[in-house]
């Protein structure tokens, strides 16, 4: 089974001064199919099933991330294995993710001041833009979206993904949880410290997103500069 040190609770996040964090060094490292470095590592292309334009037919990201992934899913208990639902993100796919989820926004919050909008949104989806000084992360194909299934079907995490809801920060179970949601509290415990022991960190708006190599990642290693920079295949 898993150690008992991947039951603890989930800390609470670091606050960082997002201005102070420099501009990417690029590492010139290339872009991998992880599901082909360990037969525990599967993708569902979820946006592409969703039809947003320009989803990619399989997960691509920057081969340290892919290593990174395949030790924490060869290290698994039997029958446990990774499921991913997006690495590598074009700017087409994130203007069509932006646009829908700003109109179910609108549509639920029709009150929300332009500038309350906004900062709602940027909890959970980026901008659509390109920045070469603060690419978005998936943008980098250093971040990650995925989760732990158990004899090839998803463990319960409280949420589904891409559920842009408070429920959905990764330590939202962690104070009062309902017992019926604390075996998806030690699922999210389970999968945060799994990632953690292989240098990924975690998103805390999305228990499903973790990364290496670009923005807080590197905030999280001292201000250092980000190794991963905006990758031109996403430049559509």
């Given at each position: 089974?898993?150690?008992?040190e991947?039951?603890?609770?989930?800390?609470a996040?670091?606050?960082?001064?997002?201005?102070?964090?420099?501009?990417?060094a690029?590492?010139?490292?290339?872009?991998?199919?992880?599901?082909?470095?360990?037969?525990?590592?599967?993708?569902d292309?979820?946006?592409?099933?969703?039809?947003?334009?320009?989803?990619?037919?399989?997960?691509?990201?920057?081969?340290?991330?892919?290593?990174?992934?395949?030790?924490?899913?060869?290290?698994?208990?039997?029958?446990?294995?990774?499921?991913?639902?997006?690495?590598?993100?074009?700017?087409?796919?994130q203007?069509?993710?932006?646009?829908?989820?700003?109109?179910?926004?609108?549509?639920?919050?029709?009150?929300?001041?332009?500038?309350?909008?906004?900062q709602y949104l940027?909890?959970?989806?980026?901008?659509?833009?390109k920045?070469?000084?603060?690419?978005?992360?998936?943008?980098t194909?250093?971040?990650?979206?995925?989760?732990?299934?158990?004899?090839?079907?998803?463990?319960?995490?409280g949420?589904?993904?891409?559920?842009?809801?408070?429920?959905?920060?990764?330590?939202?179970?962690?104070?009062?949880?309902?017992?019926h949601?604390?075996?998806?509290?030690?699922?999210?415990?389970i999968?945060?410290?799994?990632?953690?022991?292989?240098?990924?960190?975690?998103?805390?708006?999305?228990?499903?997103?973790?990364?290496?190599?670009?923005?807080?990642?590197?905030?999280?290693?001292?201000?250092?500069?980000?190794?991963?920079?905006f990758?031109?295949?996403?430049?559509?």
């Amino acid at each position: 089974m898993f150690p008992q040190e991947f039951f603890a609770p989930i800390p609470a996040p670091p606050q960082f001064d997002w201005d102070a964090i420099p501009a990417p060094a690029e590492c010139g490292e290339p872009l991998v199919d992880p599901t082909g470095l360990s037969g525990r590592i599967a993708f569902d292309p979820v946006y592409l099933r969703d039809g947003h334009p320009g989803a990619m037919e399989r997960c691509l990201l920057r081969q340290t991330v892919a290593q990174k992934l395949a030790q924490a899913a060869d290290g698994l208990p039997a029958g446990y294995s990774i499921l991913i639902f997006d690495g590598l993100r074009p700017l087409s796919v994130q203007r069509s993710l932006y646009s829908r989820f700003k109109a179910e926004v609108e549509k639920e919050r029709p009150g929300l001041s332009p500038e309350a909008l906004e900062q709602y949104l940027d909890q959970f989806v980026a901008v659509p833009v390109k920045r070469l000084d603060r690419p978005s992360p998936h943008a980098t194909g250093g971040a990650v979206d995925l989760t732990l299934c158990k004899n090839g079907v998803p463990v319960d995490m409280g949420t589904g993904f891409d559920d842009f809801t408070a429920l959905a920060y990764t330590a939202a179970l962690e104070q009062d949880c309902p017992p019926h949601l604390e075996a998806a509290r030690d699922n999210r415990r389970i999968l945060y410290h799994l990632m953690a022991s292989v240098g990924l960190v975690n998103y805390e708006c999305e228990w499903w997103h973790f990364a290496y190599g670009e923005r807080q990642w590197a905030a999280r290693e001292n201000y250092r500069a980000p190794i991963y920079g905006f990758c031109p295949e996403c430049d559509n």
